[in-house]
């Protein structure tokens, strides 16, 4: 099956730090990925779409400036968070589309928390 | 923006018994996808749901699309420790758009 991996699973650091998150389709090209963001007890809230090779679509209310996605292959898409803050701790989840709109696949998160 | 409303959020029961979670919305949903999803890990597709009115079964697990596509219920019969877990409901529009998901359901099933 279509498998997704998410790097790093986990991060601690300080605040100010930017900190890179990749995703990776490991077995299909992935056209689109999806970046989410869950805080604890909640669900899982749409963030951005990324496009390989365009600029990413981002949801009302989520800073472009601040959350950074590049697309540049078929495979892998990063999120970089800028200047992190305690307020971005939260477990963010990609998600990977392939060519002929299957259902989405996840990644296992990564935990990010500010000090 | 579309919005899934999912209830209950919380529910505790006994092994054994039967239990269903809904998922309402005044939007139409072009598929309606289950996730069940453990703490600490990306959520895993269960099933999807694409024609109105449209039954799936996974074992004790029975999934229901609404014959207008804006609602579907999951049902557990007999439930099991092990079912015990965050299930999520998510909602698409276009092939290609994100998931609207509604707010889950945790599920604890005691022995």
């Known amino acids: 099956g279509a498998v997704v991996s998410q790097h790093p699973s986990w991060v601690i650091c300080k605040s100010g730090t930017s900190v890179k998150i990749e995703c990776r389709s490991l077995?299909?090209?992935?056209?689109?990925m999806f970046w989410y963001r869950q805080f604890p007890k909640q669900s899982l809230m749409l963030m951005a779409t990324s496009n390989e090779g365009s600029k990413a679509t981002y949801e009302q209310g989520v800073e472009k400036d601040k959350f950074l996605i590049n697309h540049a292959s078929l495979t892998l898409s990063t999120l970089t968070v800028t200047s992190a803050h305690p307020e971005d701790s939260s477990f963010y989840i990609c998600s990977a589309l392939g060519q002929y709109n299957q259902p989405q696949h996840f990644g296992d998160g990564t935990r990010l928390s500010i000090l | 923006t579309q919005l899934l409303e999912q209830s209950p959020q919380f529910l505790s029961i006994q092994e054994g018994e039967n239990l269903t979670v809904y998922c309402n919305s005044s939007s139409v949903f072009s598929s309606l996808q289950w996730y069940r999803q453990e703490p600490g890990e990306g959520p895993v597709l269960l099933v999807t749901?694409?024609?109105?009115?449209e039954v799936k079964k996974l074992k004790r697990l029975t999934f229901q699309f609404g014959d207008a596509r804006k609602d579907s219920s999951l049902h557990i019969t007999a439930a099991q420790p092990g079912d015990t877990g965050l299930y999520l409901c998510a909602g698409l529009v276009g092939g290609a758009d994100g998931l609207t998901f509604g707010k889950g359901t945790h599920l604890i099933i005691q022995p």
């Open positions: 077995d299909f090209q992935a056209t689109t």
């Open positions: 749901v694409v024609t109105g009115g």
